[in-house]
C-alpha cells in the first residue's frame, strides 16, 4: 500500500526506498525512528498510516 507522499514522490521522479520497523507508541518521535533504521534524522521523511 502506498502513501500519498510515495505517490508524490513517484510523480516526480524521486526514488525513495520504504523501510518498517517496530514501533514503540510511547515514542513516536522521528529521531527515535531514524536511529532504528540506521539512518541519519535528516535523511529519514516519516509518514504514518492509520
Known amino acids: ?3 500519498n507522499a510515495a ?3 513517484d510523480k516526480l ?3 525513495y526506498q520504504i523501510l518498517s520497523y ?3 507508541p510511547d ?9 532504528k ?3 541519519p534524522p535528516e ?3 516519516k509518514t504514518l498510516v492509520a
Do not use: P, Y
Not at 515514542?27 to 536511529?35: F, Y
Open 13 to 15: 521522479g524521486i526514488s
Open 27 to 35: 515514542d513516536l518521535a522521528a529521531e527515535s525512528t531514524a536511529q
Open 43 to 45: 535523511q529519514v521523511f
Open 22 to 24: 517496530e514501533v514503540n
Open 7 to 9: 505517490r508524490l514522490l
Open 37 to 39: 533504521v540506521g539512518l
Open 1 to 3: 500500500m502506498k502513501t
